[in-house]
């Protein structure tokens, strides 16, 4: 069978050329001569005895011959790049072991770990909501999802994303109760992810900070609080990363147009040696990935809330696009995400 296939780098000049539209650009991508190309043409089509392109014309046109042979070459090639790409990945089967803040656990992580486990069906994955950095030293963890200020010793760590802070509700609540201005907040629940921090910290750019308050529960995590507004009970501070499915849904809006930087920010970590082996390598790599994919840069938002230091805010219509990205602003307890 082998002697009736013709030879492999005059195809391989031939399929360059009509892919890149002429002879020139073929050259350059393979790193030969113009002179190098045709020569390789010319001799495939001695092999197979037929012309494969028309001479005279202007414009590159194949032959009725070249037409038919294009398909199968380069469908041979795809497949001969895909398998050298299957043979070069690292081994992908075993099982890992992730813990992650369990904002960024159930509303991030767990809607988008199937494009993963698609990929690499042979990987059985356990995840632990945590934010407990102590996870890092124990071998039946192999990957952390942290939020804090990255400085864990003795592990690897690698900045995953930066956060930003703004309110989030629920549009049942806002129809039934509206958001008009800042001051309207002290008729609503504020639910907190954290000591109280946060909150302060936003609405203290609001020129707030000194605004009576109603009602206030204090939760565990920003997961928590992210669902009591869901439920439309109250006002959560929500972020570009985990609330953006749930904004871009329309289940949460956000009423006001201002966000502030969180104190902290989510990282990847993990155990030195445990960074070595191709089952975590290829985890980090799809983290990675996987936010550059889903969320792009976010929107300018802060069209500013306030119009000038020391007046209320005006009121602004929610907007149903991710705000910033966001973190905790309580270093001892970080459970924002």
Request: aromatic share 6%; glycine share 6%; hydrophobic share 40%.
């Amino acid at each position: 069978m082998a002697s009736r296939l013709p030879p492999l780098n005059p195809l391989r000049a031939f399929e360059a050329t009509v892919r890149r539209g002429s002879v020139s650009a073929a050259a350059r991508e393979l790193n030969v001569t113009h002179g190098a190309v045709s020569h390789q043409i010319r001799a495939l089509e001695e092999a197979l005895d037929t012309p494969l392109f028309e001479r005279g014309g202007k414009r590159l046109k194949l032959t009725p011959q070249g037409a038919l042979l294009l398909p199968a070459v380069t469908n041979a090639f795809g497949e001969i790049a895909a398998a050298t790409a299957l043979m070069k990945q690292p081994e992908t089967r075993g099982e890992i072991t992730v813990t992650c803040v369990p904002a960024l656990l159930s509303l991030w992580l767990i809607p988008r770990l199937d494009t993963f486990t698609d990929h690499y069906p042979g990987v059985r994955v356990t995840l632990i909501a945590s934010n407990d950095p102590e996870h890092l030293r124990s071998l039946d963890t192999d990957v952390c999802i942290l939020y804090g200020d990255g400085s864990w010793p003795d592990c690897w760590t690698r900045l995953w994303s930066h956060l930003r802070l703004f309110p989030v509700a629920s549009p049942s609540l806002l129809n039934s109760r509206p958001l008009r201005s800042v001051r309207d907040l002290a008729d609503h629940t504020l639910f907190h992810g954290d000591d109280g921090r946060e909150w302060n910290t936003w609405l203290s750019a609001a020129d707030a900070v000194e605004m009576g308050r109603g009602r206030q529960h204090f939760m565990s995590d920003a997961r928590l609080s992210t669902e009591a507004a869901l439920h439309g009970q109250g006002i959560a501070l929500g972020d570009t990363i985990t609330a953006s499915n749930l904004i871009a849904r329309g289940d949460l809006v956000v009423p006001f147009d201002l966000s502030v930087p969180a104190n902290h920010a989510f990282h990847v970590a993990c155990r030195h040696t445990a960074r070595q082996t191709p089952i975590v390598k290829v985890f980090i790599d799809w983290l990675f990935a996987a936010l550059e994919e889903t969320l792009p840069e976010p929107q300018a938002s802060a069209r500013t809330l306030l119009r000038g230091r020391g007046r209320a805010a005006e009121p602004i219509r929610p907007i149903p696009a991710p705000a910033p990205r966001r973190a905790t602003s309580n270093p001892q307890r970080k459970t924002r995400a």
